[in-house]
């Protein structure tokens, strides 16, 4: 019910986003005729926003040198991210996977998610990074961060990050982006471990000019769903198709 409702909020939203990837996809186009040089390309590529090559890659400037970089994410789950760095001819450089960029040790998971969280045109990114517990009680992460955009080659990291609170209320299992709420700022689906087999979607809305907000009771009971590891709640699939449209 609830799913089915943020859907058709997102209606108006989609519409705008088609009217900005329409004009995108002209600039794109016109920077991959044959005739266009590799000056002129990198310019025209620069003002083309992110947009979706299948459902679970995003094509965006993640770094901020003005060439898009190829966002893969496996199952949705934001625990298999690969980026793999754009080049000035338009092409795509060796898949890096997110977990090594952040830095996570043997035994941790590392967990991600990215889109335009404050929507001003740059990719942003929450990371979550936790060693799973082996008990009842579930670990809290090492490092959770909400890391605007643009982020390092190196090491992903942002002049602007700051401490999220996604991993001080349980174990994060996977990040996902949700849209709930009528407004164009992505949010975050988190599968919660919270300790003696409640496995939970607990929610983080984002709003302008913050971004990503903290936890909120309210909000999890609105748009989250308690659930157990026998019977996991509902997580959506389809965040990125949201607020991004198909590149082709
Ligand atoms: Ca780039
Ligand atoms: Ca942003």
């Not at 679970?56 to 898009?68: A, E, K, Q, R, W």
């Not at 929450?126 to 009680?137: C, K, L, M, S, W």
């Not at 002049?159 to 349980?170: K, L, M, P, T």
Request: contains cysteine; glycine residues 14%; negative net charge.
């Amino acid at each position: 019910m609830l799913r089915k409702r943020s859907r058709l909020i997102a209606a108006p939203i989609a519409a705008v986003a088609l009217t900005l990837t329409v004009a995108g996809y002209h600039a794109s186009a016109a920077g991959s005729s044959p005739s266009g040089g590799a000056g002129q390309s990198g310019k025209v590529t620069k003002a083309a926003g992110p947009c979706l090559a299948d459902a679970t890659t995003l094509i965006g400037d993640l770094d901020g040198d003005g060439h898009p970089d190829k966002i893969s994410n496996p199952g949705h789950t934001g625990t298999k991210m690969t980026i793999q760095w754009g080049t000035a001819d338009g092409s795509f450089g060796a898949k890096k996977s997110v977990s090594a960029l952040l830095g996570a040790k043997k035994g941790e998971v590392a967990t991600a998610a990215v889109a335009d969280f404050q929507n001003d045109g740059t990719l942003d990114m929450v990371v979550n990074i936790v060693e799973p517990a082996d008990g009842d009680d579930p670990s809290t992460a090492r490092v959770a961060e909400y890391r605007p955009g643009p982020l390092k080659r190196s090491n992903l990291g942002s002049a602007e990050s700051r401490h999220s609170d996604i991993g001080d209320h349980g174990e994060v299992q996977q990040l996902r982006i949700a849209n709930y709420g009528d407004d164009p700022y992505p949010d975050l689906a988190i599968l919660n471990n919270s300790g003696d087999g409640q496995l939970d979607r607990d929610v983080r809305l984002s709003y302008a000019g913050s971004g990503l907000g903290d936890f909120d009771y309210a909000l999890k009971q609105k748009y989250g769903e308690f659930g157990s590891t026998g019977e996991p709640p509902a997580m959506p699939s389809d965040g990125w198709k949201q607020f991004f449209e198909s590149c082709s």
